[in-house]
C-alpha cells in the first residue's frame, strides 16, 4: 500500500448512515489529487496542469454530493475546503442540528447510533434505514422499530413553545437515551 505523502486534509462527517472520514491527497509538484472515502480511493487523478479546482463525488449509502475546493492562499500554499450538499462543512454541520436528532447506546455490548431526519421521520440505525411504524398519540405522535430485539419509540411531543417546535424522544425498553452531540 502507497503511503500517503501527500496528504493534506481530513474531515469527519456525520451523516444519516454513519460517520464517514474523507482525505485528501493533493501533489502539488505532480499535479497529483487523490480523495478517499472511508479508506477507498473515490477520485484519482495524475499530473494536473491546474493546481486549483474542484473535485465532486459521493458519500455514504445515501450518495450525499460532496466536493473539495482547492484555492491558492499565497505563492505555493494552498486552502482546501470541503462542501456537503453544496453548502460549507459548517453550514451543513448547523443545519444538520437542525433537522436530525442522534442517539448513542450501547444495548447488550453493541454501540448503535441512531439518527431521526426530522422532515421525513426515517429513522437510520447503524447505516442501515429502519422499518418503522407510526402512530398518533394523546400528547403527539410515536414512531415504533425494534434493535437487536429491544423496542424502539421515537416520542414526537409539541413543546408549547413556537421557537422550540417539537421535541423528539428516543425511548428504549421504556428508558429515555440522552441525545448525542456530534
Given at each position: ?31 497529483k ?20 479546482g ?35 462543512l ?24 441512531i ?29 415504533h ?22 421535541i ?7 428508558r ?7
Open positions: 500500500l502507497e503511503k500517503m505523502t501527500d496528504l493534506v486534509a481530513v474531515w469527519e462527517v456525520a451523516l444519516s448512515d454513519g460517520v464517514h472520514k474523507i482525505e485528501f491527497e493533493h501533489g502539488t509538484t505532480s499535479g489529487r487523490v480523495v478517499y472515502v472511508d479508506g477507498k480511493e473515490e477520485i484519482r487523478r495524475e499530473w494536473m496542469f491546474k493546481l486549483v474542484k473535485e465532486t463525488f459521493t458519500v455514504g449509502a445515501t450518495k450525499t454530493k460532496a466536493a473539495i475546493n482547492i484555492d491558492a492562499v499565497s505563492g505555493f500554499a494552498y486552502e482546501y475546503t470541503l462542501e456537503i450538499n453544496g453548502k460549507s459548517k453550514q451543513y454541520i448547523e443545519n444538520r442540528l437542525k433537522t436530525t436528532n442522534t442517539w448513542i447506546l450501547n444495548l447488550g455490548g453493541t454501540d448503535y447510533r439518527v431521526l431526519e426530522k422532515d421525513t421521520m426515517d429513522v437510520w440505525c447503524n447505516g442501515q434505514k429502519m422499518e418503522t411504524a407510526g402512530e398518533f398519540v394523546e400528547d403527539g405522535t410515536e414512531t422499530f425494534t434493535v437487536a430485539d429491544h423496542s424502539c419509540c421515537i416520542k414526537a411531543v409539541s413543546s408549547g413553545k413556537r421557537k422550540e417546535g417539537i423528539h424522544t428516543l425511548i428504549v425498553d421504556d429515555e437515551i440522552p441525545e448525542a452531540v456530534e
